[in-house]
């Protein structure tokens, strides 16, 4: 049986909103898969070997525990890559989807970032607080729900994972229907909190992924489950005929 | 423009009491907003003590304790009794007690402030005693993250403010050595329910303020309250000047400082703003004697939890706060050390009332695991996010057979009656709490 590894990267410093629902509910849904599966929570001072993980998950921590962070994270630039070319799986919400980019400016100061993609990140004075609701192109019929409460704007190389339907994107332009950032198998999102509990269409649509890479023949998940109730629940009450 | 807006403050309140509409707020307001008077009580001559309480739990209990004590003590206390903790609030209180030269009124203005107001309620050279409670997540879409509450505080803090701050907590206890004011530090020692590892393997580690280290602890009260030390700077909790130890809820007893203190409600919070009031009392000089015979003698009930009664069963209403994982571990702490066979009732119609945004990451941080207990024999989740909570539920090892949705509120309570034996506890925000009361009351007027 395939053991499958998750990271759970600086778990103790990015770790603001009920981040471990996404791990632990991912756990359940591979673990129905017949998967084995075993979380890592690794954070400063650990030494992470990129190689050695499936999956990546890294949540929303205060402005300071960033920067703990960032400077922690930058010896792993090069790994970081590699395993997103090698098609490992990551998924980054929150503020931490700011470490990926070229650079993040807080308070006129620029700091170097991970720099493994092209965007640009600058932390605002105003937060943007709010439900967000969004399509997704990769799911059929299924639209993801949030909520996000960061002050960071994202610019220039997009490639969206989501599009705004109601709510904010990466910018505070109300056009610009971009949020979030996909390739290869990184999904980076600032909503925060536990996204692939209140979605599991989601969950499903990357365990489905996470079997075929695997040769693993995919069984269609038990929607009598309580989260695919609390998803349409929600739907329902705020979103309905939208 | 002060003598003005006093008269406008207090004409206006006359008229919300012929029109009985709520005061507290709307005096304010108006010379806030119409009046653009955003800074007028920087201009009010205050008296001698001007004691502002804030953090993000316990400020109600610990001011109603203070006025408490120190009227007691023989002070005219005047603090804002309502709970009402914002600048309009503030303003309007301030205002009210002025007369008409713009000089307060009373020996001590009393206030629980919020966190984010504080600096807007007092510019500098106002407080002369400042308590924090705490800094822990609460209402993060109104606060941001925790240093964000901690920023603001500061902002209100001047160098003659003296500073009473709970040094359990290693935000509020930064303090210590980011200002050189006069400081009391307070704590709790050890309890019973005190542990060194939480089921929640990721939530509430604290970091050092200092060097960014990871903080080690001898144990943990909730949270990332405790007893810590950095091994790297020597950044620690130390020995604090007031400390409650011999922690006794069934006695309903604690000692601060080898002084025996009576313990109106047996939780951790109530230990807490104890030991904070006492502290604050005798940082203004009050005698020991005074506040031991004010606190044990002269006794305050407490304002949460009340005890109501279904068929036979005692119902204990704890409210907790949505949004802040650290209300809600408290009142389970609290379920756990009562005894005997017990129902729970959990659940919410809206995230907050006083915004519409429903975040639900935070039933994520609250540790549901403890519920995993032989004891409680039920729990009924109620509202309109059931499934949301059901599902958090569904990964804290509770038996699936022990929860029951509630899909019609109207009949929770044949419910309960129905399914579930034991003490009835509900852990509920404050909107579900005045629902759950009504249905009570409907439920004793039909069985007469």
């Known amino acids: ?242 | 423009m002060l003598s003005l807006s006093i008269i406008v403050s207090k004409f206006i309140t006359f008229l919300c009491k012929i029109f009985k509409k709520n005061g507290t707020v709307y005096p304010g307001y108006f010379v806030y907003d119409i009046l653009r008077q955003p800074h007028i009580l920087e201009k009010v001559k205050y008296p001698k003590y001007v004691i502002a309480v804030t953090g993000s739990s316990g400020k109600g209990s610990t001011t109603e304790l203070i006025n408490h004590i120190l009227t007691d003590a023989g002070y005219d206390v005047c603090y804002n009794k309502n709970g009402s903790n914002g600048i309009l609030a503030a303003m309007t209180l301030v205002l009210n007690n002025c007369n008409i030269k713009g000089e307060f009124m009373h020996d001590v203005l009393l206030l629980e402030c919020d966190e984010r107001h504080l600096k807007l309620v007092f510019g500098k050279n106002k407080i002369t005693h400042l308590l924090i409670t705490n800094i822990t997540r609460d209402q993060p879409p109104r606060n941001g993250d925790p240093d964000v509450v901690f920023q603001d505080i500061l902002k209100a803090i001047d160098k003659d403010t003296k500073l009473i701050i709970n040094a359990d907590d290693p935000l509020v206890n930064r303090l210590s050595y980011q200002y050189d004011n006069e400081k009391i530090r307070y704590g709790v020692a050890k309890t019973e329910d005190s542990y060194l590892k939480s089921n929640l393997e990721i939530a509430d580690f604290a970091y050092c303020p200092k060097c960014h280290t990871k903080l080690t602890y001898k144990y943990y009260h909730y949270g990332h309250i405790g007893n810590y030390e950095c091994k790297k700077c020597g950044y620690k909790r130390g020995n604090v000047d007031y400390e409650a130890t011999d922690i006794d809820f069934k006695k309903n007893s604690i000692k601060i400082n080898n002084h025996n203190i009576y313990l109106n409600k047996d939780v951790l919070y109530a230990v807490y703003y104890t030991t904070a009031a006492y502290s604050v009392c005798k940082s203004i000089g009050i005698d020991d004697k005074v506040i031991e015979d004010a606190i044990n003698k002269d006794k305050i009930a407490s304002k949460r939890g009340k005890v109501l009664n279904l068929d036979g069963r005692n119902i204990t209403m704890l409210e907790s706060k949505n949004e802040n994982n650290l209300s809600y571990y408290q009142s389970i702490r609290y379920i756990k050390n009562q005894k005997g066979k017990k129902t729970i009732i959990l659940g919410f119609d809206n995230v907050s009332r006083r915004y519409k945004f429903n975040d639900l990451s935070w039933l994520w941080d609250v540790e549901f695991e403890l519920l995993n207990d032989k004891n409680i024999d039920k729990i009924f989740c109620i509202g309109r996010f059931r499934y949301d909570v059901i599902t958090r539920l569904s990964f804290a090892n509770i038996p699936l057979e022990k929860i029951i949705l509630v899909d019609d509120l109207s009949k929770l309570i044949k419910m309960v009656k129905e399914k579930s034996i034991g003490d009835i506890y509900t852990m509920v925000c404050f909107d579900m709490t005045a629902n759950i009361l009504k249905l009570i009351e409907d439920d004793e007027n039909e069985n007469i």
């Not at chain 1, 929303?60 to 090069?78: F, T």
């Not at chain 1, 997103?84 to 400016?105: A, E, H, M, R, W």
């Open chain 1, 1 to 242: 049986m395939k053991t499958f590894k998750i990271a759970h990267l600086y778990y103790d410093l990015m770790n603001l909103y009920g981040e471990n629902g996404n791990i632990r509910y991912l756990k359940q849904a591979l673990e129905e898969q017949d998967m084995k599966v075993e979380i890592h929570f690794l954070t400063i001072n650990d030494q992470i070997d990129f190689n050695k993980y499936d999956f990546f998950y890294m949540g929303m921590g205060s402005s300071d525990n960033q920067n703990i962070v960032l400077n922690d994270i930058l010896k792993y630039k090069k790994e970081i890559k590699e395993a997103i070319n090698n098609d490992k799986y990551f998924l980054i919400t929150g503020n931490s989807l700011d470490l990926f980019g070229k650079s993040i400016t807080k308070n006129n100061q620029e700091y170097k970032a991970l720099n493994t993609f092209n965007y640009f990140v600058i932390e605002e004075e105003f937060r943007i607080v709010g439900p967000q609701y969004y399509n997704c192109k990769l799911l059929n019929n299924h639209n993801i729900i949030g909520f996000t409460n960061r002050n960071s704007l994202l610019k220039d190389g997009y490639n969206p994972l989501f599009n705004v339907i109601e709510g904010t994107g990466c910018t505070i332009d109300k056009e610009d229907t971009n949020e979030g950032f996909k390739e290869k198998n990184f999904y980076g999102t600032y909503l925060l909190g536990p996204l692939l509990v209140r979605n599991p269409f989601f969950t499903d649509y990357l365990v489905k992924n996470i079997c075929k890479q695997n040769n693993i023949k995919y069984k269609e998940p038990n929607q009598n489950n309580f989260a695919y109730k609390a998803y349409y629940e929600y739907i329902k009450n705020f979103y309905q005929d939208k």
